[in-house]
């Protein structure tokens, strides 16, 4: 349906006028009208032929064939037969200015003599436009010998031989080889012409004709077959032998409806060139379509279809019948190729079953992605959504598989993920918002010389170029995956050079296939490395024209972006260096995704961690869960109960978390300062890998981690910055940051192998607890959510927990200083809550009132046990010696909470 009326596509679509060029679309015209041939009598393609003996090339002979005009003229060789003792030629010659037929004579011609008919036409006569068209010519060698040229049907001129007699020999050319568009041989040919090769490969075959008649009727080779309008709504004419007959068929006009039995394109580039074509080695059709670069382009099909039946369906474009009150075109009876009865998206991705799934990406299928939509539709919602009536989005094409946002986002949020994966901007211009793609080609040139003075009465460009430190040298892209179950993924682009330089990680929330996240992140990276050039000058207002999102030109051939316009008198502007070239992505493969196997119902290994607050919006006292499950059963319950029955559900865990296991020892080490030391090994068993982070990501809370001895606690929370893959699922973990969330207070003095390992990455969630069920012990079952409780896939657990949450930390800073007669002890109080902003004179308590316990001990036991209500607190020597301590001893101070108890002690030990 190339050329099917209203499958042409929108002029929106297009993103630029060289966009639509490139579609190499030509209107449906009448053709050559004007001029007939007789039938074929022989025809050759493109090459060379040995066709028509000698007493052929003695009769009038008439050639027809279509060609491709090149946009510069220049000089070549069409067309020519016989050589320097007769021949005929056709091409451009006088440095591209000439547009010669000749016949007869060899002998080099400067114009028609006797025994040479010449035709010379200006070139600016001809259609050199880039576009196919149609020459018909004639020559006759008889006197008077003459030649005569058809463009279109329209007669261009005529050659005669100069003494109105025959051309020389009575032949328009000798037995040599007849050669069409090329290759050509420079020795066998008239003289005096070029004998360069036509510059446009494309050209239908050259057929001989007896004979020519000029006319507006009987023109064969002009089939309008996909002209449905005319078709269905005239009377039909058969044509014999080249010629349309005068009696009409037995077709009545406007009797039938016209049904689209089968209409389709291939999701691939400039697929509606040739909406038949598709890649599929074991079909006729295998092919790609004309000038299609064979990337995957499920817009094409979505517009193909769009155009097709939008066109269809208006009413003004299908008129209806007058015998039966009917459209022309049914569109309700229109069938699009394909929709497969193979369940998607097991087709096309399960290979192994159906080896077709590899023609998927770029093939006519329309399952699985039909209900995509165009970027333009999906920013217009979210414009009226947000209340935005006056705005353009008919620059904008791409194709959006799926976009997900929240009730609550302004449409500001969410057209920026749509902005930076498509990469278009917003303007506004004459009170409207404008989407636009990055142009093609600069809207404009700005020479340093002729740049307006600023109100420091300084002019020219000021150039800046960001440190390369702040270059990023690695892209991570998070996206949801499409063709599959739609899985969150992570698409990176690396530069093999500078992957240390920096790190960024961006979250899409599209559904996009891996080609298009990686194309993405390869996009942002390059685009980082141009970016950090800027420059600002100033323009006059006759520069107007040149606005936010223009892309501008410097004088050394660079490329910019406007991003920001002030009007203050003269025009301040604000660029970006831009490279058009990073936006085309790199040739990549679909590959199949992967499909979700059957999951048994197999245990999972569920993980309770009575964690102290992490980020304070947790519920205090409510201990976390993670669930560890090779394979994942989909999502996991918890059921809770006071006793071994009576169970109801407590909570539903849709994904598994990162669960490891110690396979080195981890010694005990400071708080508050980096761990430096060698690094230790973690054995992942489920939940995925681990990922390094810059520091100060880790200090923005990044890279968590708990470590502990089970269910039963303690843990430490840590967080690291180092992780290297050194074997498969083994991981080696260094510069660390120990004891975070106020755990040092129980760290112990080593984590021995076989330690449990939990990466807090979100993946493990607070179960439901009630605060008066603090303490007590409760069962637990978990296990598959998609089985019954008593399945024996169920994991018990009979626990209780504190509520770590509510735990004081640990006092810091804990000193002794001998007095007159006492030893006066002070320390500084720390907080679970909000503590770690500096902008406050002292950190929240954190507790219903301050309160500190503080024991002595010595080698034989407790011997004093006091609580004070502040910071500090002095052991006279009256009370040493009413104790009966002896030295060494130990001053241990805890803080108090209300409602937790004392929590992790402080010690200092007195020698003398």
Same mark, same amino acid.
């Given at each position: 349906?190339?050329?099917?009326?209203?499958?042409?596509?929108?002029?929106?679509?297009?993103?630029?006028?060289?966009?639509?060029?490139?579609? %190499?679309?030509?209107?449906?015209? !009448?053709?050559?009208?004007?001029?007939?041939?007789?039938?074929?009598?022989?025809?050759?393609?493109?090459?060379?032929?040995?066709?028509?003996?000698?007493?052929?090339?003695?009769?009038?002979?008439?050639?027809?064939?279509?060609?491709?005009?090149?946009?510069?003229?220049?000089?070549?060789?069409?067309?020519?037969?016989?050589?320097?003792?007769?021949?005929?030629?056709?091409? #451009?010659?006088?440095?591209?200015?000439?547009?010669?037929?000749?016949?007869?004579?060899?002998?080099?011609?400067?114009?028609? !003599?006797?025994?040479?008919?010449?035709?010379?036409?200006?070139?600016?006569?001809?259609?050199?436009?880039?576009?196919?068209?149609?020459?018909?010519?004639?020559?006759?060698?008889?006197?008077?010998?003459?030649?005569?040229?058809?463009?279109?049907?329209?007669?261009?001129?005529?050659?005669?031989?100069?003494?109105?007699?025959?051309?020389?020999?009575?032949?328009?050319?000798?037995?040599?080889?007849?050669?069409?568009?090329?290759?050509?041989?420079?020795?066998?040919?008239?003289?005096?012409?070029?004998?360069?090769?036509?510059?446009?490969?494309?050209?239908?075959?050259?057929?001989?004709?007896?004979?020519?008649?000029?006319?507006?009727?009987?023109?064969?080779?002009?089939?309008?077959?996909?002209?449905?309008?005319?078709?269905?709504?005239?009377?039909?004419?058969?044509?014999?032998?080249?010629? &349309?007959?005068?009696?009409?068929?037995?077709?009545?006009?406007?009797?039938?409806?016209?049904?689209?039995?089968?209409?389709?394109?291939?999701?691939?580039?400039?697929?509606?060139?040739?909406?038949?074509?598709?890649?599929?080695?074991?079909?006729?059709?295998?092919?790609?379509?004309?000038?299609?670069?064979? %990337?995957?382009?499920?817009?094409?099909? @979505?517009?193909?279809?769009?155009?097709?039946?939008?066109?269809?369906?208006?009413?003004?474009?299908?008129?209806?019948?007058?015998?039966?009150?009917?459209?022309?075109?049914?569109?309700?009876?229109?069938?699009?190729?394909?929709?497969?009865?193979?369940?998607?998206?097991?087709?096309?991705?399960?290979?192994?079953?159906?080896?077709?799934?590899?023609?998927?990406?770029?093939?006519?299928? *329309?399952?699985?992605?039909?209900?995509?939509?165009?970027?333009?539709?999906?920013?217009?919602?979210?414009?009226?959504?947000?209340?935005?009536?006056?705005?353009?989005?008919?620059?904008?094409?791409?194709?959006?598989?799926?976009?997900?946002?929240?009730? *609550?986002?302004?449409?500001?949020?969410?057209?920026?993920?749509?902005?930076?994966?498509?990469?278009?901007?917003?303007?506004?211009?004459?009170?409207?918002? #404008?989407?636009?793609?990055?142009?093609?080609?600069?809207?404009?040139?700005?020479?340093?010389?002729?740049?307006?003075?600023?109100?420091?009465?300084?002019?020219?460009?000021?150039?800046?170029?960001?440190?390369?430190?702040?270059?990023?040298?690695?892209?991570?892209?998070?996206?949801?995956?499409?063709?599959?179950?739609?899985?969150?993924?992570?698409?990176?682009?690396?530069?093999?050079?500078?992957?240390?330089?920096?790190?960024? &990680?961006?979250?899409?929330?599209?559904?996009?296939?891996?080609?298009?996240?990686?194309?993405?992140?390869?996009?942002?990276?390059?685009?980082?490395?141009?970016?950090?050039?800027?420059?600002?000058?100033?323009?006059?207002?006759?520069?107007?024209?040149?606005?936010?999102?223009?892309?501008?030109?410097?004088?050394?051939?660079?490329?910019?972006?406007? !991003?920001?316009?002030?009007?203050?008198?003269?025009?301040?502007?604000?660029?970006?260096?831009?490279?058009?070239?990073?936006?085309?992505?790199?040739?990549?493969?679909?590959?199949?995704?992967? &499909?979700?196997?059957?999951?048994?119902?197999?245990?999972?290994?569920? #993980?309770?961690?009575?964690?102290?607050?992490?980020?304070?919006?947790? #519920?205090?006292?409510?201990?976390?869960?993670?669930?560890?499950?090779?394979?994942?059963?989909?999502?996991?319950?918890?059921?809770?109960?006071?006793?071994?029955?009576?169970?109801?559900?407590? %909570? =539903?865990?849709?994904?598994?978390?990162?669960?490891?296991?110690?396979?080195?020892?981890?010694?005990?080490?400071?708080?508050?300062?980096?761990?430096?030391?060698?690094?230790?090994?973690?054995?992942?068993?489920?939940?995925?890998?681990?990922?390094?982070?810059?520091?100060?990501?880790?200090?923005?809370?990044?890279?968590?981690?708990?470590?502990?001895?089970?269910?039963?606690?303690?843990?430490?929370?840590?967080?690291?910055?180092?992780?290297?893959?050194?074997?498969?699922?083994?991981?080696?973990?260094?510069? %660390?940051?120990?004891?975070?969330?106020?755990?040092?207070?129980?760290?112990?003095?080593?984590?021995?192998?076989?330690?449990?390992?939990?990466?807090?990455?979100?993946?493990?969630?607070?179960?439901?607890?009630?605060?008066?069920?603090?303490?007590?012990?409760?069962?637990?079952?978990?296990?598959?959510?998609?089985?019954?409780?008593?399945?024996?896939?169920?994991?018990?657990?009979?626990?209780?927990?504190?509520? =770590?949450?509510?735990?004081?930390?640990?006092?810091?800073?804990?000193?002794?200083?001998?007095?007159?007669?006492?030893?006066?002890?002070?320390? =500084?109080?720390?907080?679970?809550?909000?503590?770690?902003?500096?902008?406050? @004179?002292?950190?929240?308590?954190?507790?219903?009132?301050?309160?500190?316990?503080?024991?002595?001990?010595?080698?034989?036991?407790?011997?004093?046990?006091?609580?004070?209500?502040?910071?500090?607190?002095?052991?006279?020597?009256?009370?040493?010696?009413?104790?009966?301590?002896?030295?060494?001893?130990?001053?241990?101070?805890? &803080? *108090?909470?209300?409602?937790?108890?004392?929590?992790?002690?402080?010690?200092?030990?007195?020698?003398?």
């Amino acid at each position: 349906m190339a050329n099917v009326e209203g499958g042409e596509g929108y002029d929106w679509y297009y993103g630029s006028a060289e966009g639509r060029d490139a579609q %190499r679309r030509l209107p449906i015209t !009448d053709g050559a009208s004007g001029v007939s041939v007789g039938p074929v009598l022989d025809a050759m393609p493109p090459g060379i032929s040995a066709s028509l003996a000698l007493d052929g090339r003695q009769e009038t002979a008439v050639f027809s064939g279509s060609v491709r005009f090149p946009e510069t003229p220049a000089d070549a060789v069409l067309w020519e037969a016989g050589g320097a003792a007769a021949g005929a030629w056709m091409g #451009v010659r006088d440095g591209g200015a000439v547009f010669r037929l000749r016949a007869g004579s060899g002998a080099a011609a400067a114009g028609s !003599d006797a025994g040479t008919a010449v035709l010379d036409l200006d070139v600016a006569l001809l259609p050199f436009d880039g576009h196919l068209h149609e020459l018909v010519w004639e020559v006759r060698p008889a006197a008077p010998g003459h030649v005569k040229l058809w463009v279109d049907g329209r007669l261009m001129g005529t050659g005669a031989v100069s003494d109105a007699s025959d051309m020389s020999g009575g032949a328009w050319a000798d037995v040599s080889d007849m050669r069409w568009i090329g290759p050509m041989a420079p020795g066998n040919m008239p003289l005096g012409e070029p004998d360069a090769d036509w510059p446009e490969t494309e050209a239908g075959d050259l057929s001989f004709h007896g004979h020519v008649t000029e006319g507006p009727t009987n023109a064969p080779w002009v089939f309008r077959y996909k002209a449905l309008r005319d078709w269905w709504s005239e009377m039909h004419h058969d044509r014999r032998g080249g010629y &349309q007959l005068a009696t009409a068929s037995p077709w009545v006009p406007q009797s039938k409806p016209i049904w689209f039995t089968e209409i389709g394109c291939p999701a691939v580039d400039k697929g509606t060139n040739q909406p038949n074509k598709f890649l599929d080695a074991k079909s006729s059709e295998n092919a790609l379509p004309y000038f299609s670069n064979g %990337r995957r382009d499920d817009l094409i099909q @979505t517009q193909y279809l769009r155009a097709l039946i939008g066109y269809w369906s208006d009413p003004a474009n299908n008129p209806v019948s007058m015998i039966y009150d009917g459209p022309m075109v049914d569109v309700s009876k229109a069938h699009v190729w394909a929709w497969d009865a193979r369940p998607w998206p097991a087709f096309p991705n399960d290979r192994a079953l159906w080896s077709d799934g590899v023609n998927y990406g770029r093939g006519h299928w *329309i399952s699985g992605r039909i209900s995509g939509q165009p970027l333009s539709m999906v920013v217009a919602e979210i414009c009226e959504k947000a209340g935005v009536t006056e705005y353009d989005v008919s620059a904008l094409y791409g194709f959006v598989r799926g976009h997900v946002s929240s009730d *609550i986002e302004t449409g500001r949020a969410r057209i920026q993920p749509l902005m930076m994966a498509y990469q278009f901007g917003a303007v506004e211009r004459e009170g409207k918002l #404008v989407f636009l793609h990055l142009p093609a080609t600069p809207d404009g040139e700005v020479l340093e010389a002729l740049t307006a003075v600023d109100e420091e009465g300084e002019a020219g460009l000021r150039l800046t170029r960001a440190p390369e430190a702040e270059t990023m040298g690695r892209v991570r892209v998070e996206y949801t995956e499409s063709d599959g179950v739609y899985e969150t993924r992570v698409a990176e682009a690396i530069f093999p050079d500078d992957a240390d330089i920096g790190i960024s &990680q961006s979250d899409l929330p599209l559904s996009l296939t891996r080609a298009e996240a990686r194309g993405i992140a390869e996009r942002w990276l390059a685009e980082a490395r141009v970016a950090r050039d800027t420059v600002r000058f100033d323009l006059p207002p006759s520069r107007r024209a040149l606005g936010a999102g223009a892309m501008m030109a410097l004088e050394d051939g660079s490329t910019w972006r406007i !991003d920001r316009v002030e009007d203050m008198g003269a025009r301040r502007i604000e660029a970006v260096r831009v490279e058009t070239s990073v936006a085309e992505p790199s040739d990549s493969v679909d590959e199949a995704v992967t &499909q979700q196997a059957f999951t048994p119902p197999l245990p999972v290994s569920p #993980v309770f961690m009575d964690l102290p607050l992490l980020t304070g919006d947790e #519920v205090e006292h409510a201990p976390h869960l993670a669930i560890a499950a090779v394979p994942w059963p989909g999502s996991v319950a918890v059921y809770s109960s006071v006793s071994d029955s009576g169970y109801t559900l407590n %909570r =539903v865990i849709e994904a598994g978390s990162l669960v490891g296991t110690l396979e080195t020892p981890l010694a005990a080490a400071s708080p508050g300062v980096w761990d430096r030391g060698a690094p230790f090994r973690v054995r992942i068993a489920a939940g995925g890998g681990l990922s390094s982070a810059e520091r100060a990501d880790v200090l923005n809370g990044a890279n968590v981690a708990a470590i502990g001895a089970g269910d039963a606690g303690p843990w430490e929370v840590m967080q690291f910055a180092n992780a290297v893959l050194v074997g498969p699922g083994l991981w080696e973990i260094s510069m %660390r940051l120990r004891g975070q969330a106020g755990s040092d207070g129980i760290m112990p003095d080593i984590w021995p192998p076989g330690s449990l390992f939990v990466l807090l990455d979100g993946g493990p969630e607070q179960i439901d607890l009630a605060l008066s069920a603090r303490g007590l012990a409760r069962y637990y079952r978990i296990g598959p959510a998609r089985r019954p409780l008593d399945d024996a896939s169920y994991e018990e657990r009979h626990l209780a927990f504190d509520g =770590v949450g509510l735990r004081p930390y640990a006092p810091a800073h804990l000193r002794a200083r001998a007095g007159a007669a006492a030893l006066d002890l002070s320390w =500084v109080r720390r907080t679970r809550i909000d503590g770690d902003s500096w902008q406050g @004179t002292e950190v929240p308590l954190g507790e219903e009132s301050e309160a500190y316990l503080v024991q002595i001990r010595d080698a034989s036991g407790l011997k004093r046990e006091v609580t004070v209500s502040a910071p500090a607190w002095s052991y006279s020597d009256a009370a040493l010696a009413s104790d009966g301590t002896t030295t060494p001893y130990s001053i241990d101070v805890a &803080q *108090i909470s209300g409602r937790f108890g004392p929590g992790p002690f402080t010690r200092i030990m007195i020698d003398d």
